[in-house]
């Protein structure tokens, strides 16, 4: 998803089609429970989404929210739409930025964000423990007792708007995503699709899954990913690559007819 903030809900049906796969299991109440999974217009699974409607604090104080959340085909968070009309809004119902659109963006996708340690009874206690930072009493808003650790992950105004949506993008969501991936979707065509990426994500977990095909018709596509991705991917293919591989004489040989044509880095994985 190359823009952070799009002005549009609607997905393009008229390229492909969707299919329910279950429905969130989310710490916050979600309006929107159904997740889809979208097929382009080659029957191809490209990504899972979720139209949502759901409040993000604890009291009637602060409006509900309206969006729709895409993960990709491992249950990764990629994005947000808002559609037409649509908005986020802070303490005082005071409209998100468009820098402040680009950061909620930043704040999802951060795996490792410390919001992950806070459950929203947590936050919600956080908020009691001082005066917000404007001297209102209204919800959403960042109080004094709020540690600068937090502060810094997320957009004033609107801490529980970030730590719901980030809670939102992962944890069951994409445990579901995941596994829907693994029963329904894994097979040497779904492989074929994930190795010839760009996405070293999606890669590796077609190496860690070749046990399940015939690998020996996945051989060419392997090699094929490492010439063709840049240097520090393809390196990084090589280097995930299993004994098993790196023993079989058809493959080895195949991955070292390309030797002379690789970058630095993938060729030094290969010699180690």
């Not at 492909?16 to 699974?45: D, F, P, W």
């Not at 964000?113 to 001082?130: E, N, P, R």
């Not at 996945?218 to 591989?245: A, G, K």
């Amino acid at each position: 998803m190359n823009t952070l903030k799009q002005r549009s809900e609607k997905i393009p049906a008229d390229r492909g089609h969707s299919k329910v796969i279950g429905t969130s299991q989310a710490e916050v109440h979600v309006g929107y429970e159904s997740i889809y999974l979208y097929y382009n217009e080659r029957s191809q699974a490209e990504y899972y989404f979720q139209k949502v409607y759901t409040p993000v604090c604890q009291d009637s104080e602060c409006k509900s929210i309206r969006l729709t959340v895409r993960w990709d085909l491992l249950g990764k968070y990629q994005g947000y739409y808002l559609g037409d009309g649509l908005e986020f809004t802070k303490l005082d119902h005071e409209p998100f930025t468009e820098a402040e659109y680009a950061r909620l963006h930043s704040i999802l996708a951060d795996e490792e964000s410390i919001l992950g340690a806070y459950s929203s009874k947590d936050i919600a206690g956080l908020l009691k423990q001082g005066s917000p930072l404007d001297g209102s009493t209204k919800a959403d808003a960042l109080t004094g007792a709020t540690p600068e650790a937090i502060k810094s992950e997320v957009i004033e105004g609107a801490l529980y708007t970030c730590h719901a949506l980030w809670h939102l993008c992962r944890g069951a969501n994409d445990d579901l995503i995941l596994d829907y991936t693994k029963q329904h979707l894994l097979n040497e065509e779904f492989a074929h699709q994930l190795i010839l990426s760009s996405d070293i994500g999606y890669i590796k977990f077609s190496l860690d899954h070749l046990k399940n095909f015939q690998a020996q018709n996945l051989y060419t596509d392997i090699v094929q990913s490492i010439r063709n991705n840049e240097s520090f991917i393809s390196s990084q293919i090589v280097e995930h690559l299993s004994s098993e591989l790196i023993c079989d004489n058809v493959f080895i040989s195949q991955l070292w007819a390309l030797f002379g044509n690789l970058g630095y880095l993938p060729q030094l994985s290969l010699i180690h």
